[in-house]
């Protein structure tokens, strides 16, 4: 039987990859990743070789027809992403989708647990987690508003991801719907500048404005529980 690791892979401190996902990245017989050129660092950084196909949002039919000719072949692959857990918010989700459609049960899905950034980001900001929600990027123009009302009205505690070049714009669009609710802004998390920002949209804001906007960032909007006063 074929199987098929969804592996996460460490968002920047190469330490957090753990001892279980190197040693399934040297027992399989190929990696499907994001981009082959950042997984090749991390391959050379374990001392390893195996054969990288890239699988992305752009990947055409013909590039999942190999993967499924692999699949029907009995390989073990592992499927990772540039950084954090593939499948989140990631194309690499689509790929599962359409691997359990067509094979079901006759291909083995295993998951190899580890970094993911929506997860970091609340385990450090001090609002409730018992439930939350997820809503990973922003529409970069057509839901924009739809978006944000969403964050606005929702009880519990909402993370999502930004680039650097919207952050700012983001957090201009958020205020409107947060009233007096903080918000946690973690910047490069695991990485040499990693920054958490805290306070009101107003205060982080600021920080922002006289930090650094590089890097990608992670941004945990309390509760309406959680208002400022």
């Known amino acids: 039987m074929s199987v098929l690791f969804c592996l996460a892979t460490p968002l920047g401190n190469l330490s ?32 390893i070789s195996k054969p990288l196909l890239s699988v992305h949002q752009h990947s055409d039919g013909k590039r999942l027809l ?8 009995g390989k073990r692959l592992a499927l990772v992403t540039d950084a954090g857990t593939p499948g989140i918010s990631d194309p690499g989700g689509y ?5 359990v459609r067509r094979f079901g049960d006759a291909l083995k899905i295993v998951p190899i647990p ?16 018992d439930a939350f929600l997820f809503l990973g990027f922003p ?19 909402v993370v999502f991801y930004e680039s650097p070049h919207r952050i700012l714009k983001t957090l201009e669009e958020l205020a ?3 009233g007096n609710r903080p918000v946690l802004v973690a ?6 500048h990693e920054t958490l920002y805290r306070g009101s949209i107003a205060q982080v804001t600021d920080s922002l ?21």
């Open 187 to 192: 910047r490069e998390l695991t990485k040499i």
């Open 66 to 73: 190999q993967v499924w000719h692999l699949v029907e072949e």
């Open 95 to 99: 790929l599962i989708q359409e691997a």
């Open 16 to 47: 957090d990859l753990s001892v279980r996902a190197t040693e399934t990245l040297r027992s399989v017989d190929a990696i499907l990743c994001e981009d082959t050129r950042v997984t090749a660092k991390l391959l050379a950084h374990l001392g």
């Open 176 to 178: 409107p719907c947060m």
């Open 209 to 229: 404005k006289n930090g650094s906007m590089k890097g990608e960032f992670v941004i945990v909007v309390a509760p309406k529980s959680f208002m400022i006063t």
């Open 114 to 129: 580890g970094p993911c950034a929506a997860i970091a980001a609340l385990s450090v900001s001090g609002f409730p987690t």
């Open 139 to 157: 529409p970069h123009k057509k839901g924009r508003k739809k978006f944000f009302d969403r964050i606005g009205s929702t009880d519990e505690t």
